[in-house]
């Protein structure tokens, strides 16, 4: 079964740092774009940032040069870093495909800032 697992989350002080993973179990998503996305309690799943299979990045403005993604494909993974934290990252985030399929959402990974 093909499937995404989320990793690199935890407690983050504000201003703080943090580097997610996505570790596919197929070499299939290294020919498709990829996608970071997050979901906060009592709100809707937002998209995050997306790359291309090319490296091509674009990003939402609420993280807008504080976050970059990146991906390795010989690893069959996709990176999220999270550079100067505010609380309002606070979320579970996933990843899946830049058009996301309901097969592949996993658990995520929580993302708590806090003091």
């Known amino acids: 079964q093909v499937q995404l697992v989320e990793s690199g989350g935890g407690l983050v002080q504000p201003g703080g740092s943090l580097r997610l993973s996505c570790a596919a179990s197929?070499?299939?998503?290294?020919?498709?774009?990829m996608g970071w996305y997050r979901q906060a309690p009592g709100k809707q799943r937002e998209l995050v940032a997306t790359i291309t299979t090319g490296g091509i990045t674009n990003y939402a403005d609420f993280v807008k040069g504080r976050f970059t993604i990146s991906r390795d494909n010989a690893k069959n993974t996709v990176y999220l870093e999270m550079n100067s934290l505010i609380p309002e990252d606070t979320a579970v985030y996933y990843c899946?495909?830049?058009?996301?399929?309901?097969?592949?959402w996993g658990q995520g990974t929580q993302v708590t800032v806090s003091s």
């Open positions: 197929s070499s299939i998503f290294r020919f498709v774009a």
């Open positions: 899946n495909l830049d058009r996301p399929r309901d097969a592949y």
